[in-house]
């Protein structure tokens, strides 16, 4: 009765809300401009949250900044989570956050909690790396868990490809040119690494904090003797579905950037690491005994079904895909 109520909440603000929109002349997908709308704060160590005690059409996060997920139609939020003993948690960047999906009984850890008939809790952030996804479970997490799933991967790719490392030793973050600017306009007198390093060794030096990232993970799994599941999220650029229409129309947006974030996502240019860096993941979770799955390979996803919102997040047919996927995983592990 609850998940139904939240159905039809969501269902009226988004009326209200799409009202507003049209009226101020903006042109966001409603579904997307509702997580634009949560915003965002910064935390130590893992830099960000979304901002606490948030209710949008699409997505409500609780008193610490973590999206609210359903378990037999009740919300489960984190305070409820920490005095669980019984409970699964997903890790990730906004895919594992379920951007796109309408509401948060849709969002992947309520199908996940639907599917495996256990809570879970979310406690991914957005536009993190694999670095501030482990962090922030090593900051927030529970002392007793069940499974872990971590559904990341790409933000780690896209960061050498487009941004300039801070560090000739550590992993680009999303916001790390803003972090940069500010300290070389305050400390002129800092010595900053060379802009100039070729893509080749970001690349590597992104390898570098996914192993150190797992490595911390797979410690801490072993100790608790957890399932833990690295599960490569799903990318539109990787996988070739026929297109729905909205798919071919939020493709062609995307592609007119001639820079930034959005460009790094055509197929030209992201493709040719597909193969590569799901290998290579694949490498670094072996090494430390993680169990891996990249989601970019079933055929779930060859279908013309509406089931990415843009190159990278899903909508709630694509969400329900991914849990499927995962749960069947870690139930042969």
């Known amino acids: 009765m609850k998940a139904i109520l939240s159905r039809l909440t969501a269902l009226v603000l988004r009326l209200l809300f799409r009202r507003r929109r049209v009226a101020s002349g903006k042109q966001h997908s409603p579904i997307i401009a509702d ?37 037999k139609g009740a919300v489960f939020s984190f305070q ?37 008939n256990q809570p879970w809790i979310c406690l991914a952030g957005r536009a993190s790396n694999l670095m501030q996804d482990v962090l922030t479970f090593v900051l927030y997490g529970a002392h007793q ?20 490392s801070a560090s000739p030793w550590l992993p680009s973050f999303w916001g790390e040119d803003l972090f940069v600017d500010l300290n070389k306009r305050d400390r002129p007198n800092m010595v900053w690494p060379d802009p100039d390093m070729p893509v080749e060794k970001r690349y590597l030096i992104a390898l570098q904090g996914i192993d150190r990232a797992l490595l911390l993970l797979s410690r801490y799994g072993r100790q608790k003797q957890n399932r833990i599941l690295f599960a490569l999220q799903p990318v539109l650029s990787w996988i070739d579905k026929p297109l729905h229409q909205r798919e071919k129309e939020v493709c062609e ?26 290998s290579d993941i694949r490498s670094i979770c072996k090494a430390h005994e993680l169990d891996f799955i990249d989601l970019n390979d079933d055929p779930a996803w060859l279908t013309e079904e509406h089931l990415f919102v843009d190159r990278i997040h899903l909508t709630d047919r694509g969400q329900l895909i991914a849990a499927k996927l995962i749960w069947k995983r870690l139930c042969a592990s």
């Open 35 to 71: 997580y634009e709308q949560v915003g965002l704060v910064w935390r130590p160590y893992v830099m960000r949250l979304s901002r606490p005690n948030q209710i949008t059409p699409s997505v409500q996060t609780d008193d610490v900044g973590f999206r609210v997920s359903y378990f």
């Open 80 to 116: 409820q989570y920490r005095s669980s003993e019984d409970a699964s948690v997903l890790l990730g960047n906004s895919v594992a956050f379920g951007v796109g999906a309408s509401n948060d009984t849709c969002s992947l850890a309520s199908q996940l909690a639907e599917i495996a």
């Open 145 to 164: 868990n069940r499974d872990i799933v971590l559904m990341s991967g790409i933000n780690d790719l896209l960061f050498a490809l487009t941004f300039e």
């Open 253 to 278: 947006e995307w592609d007119l950037a001639s820079s930034g974030f959005r460009a790094t996502h055509k197929p030209a240019i992201i493709r040719p690491w597909r193969k590569r860096f799901s």
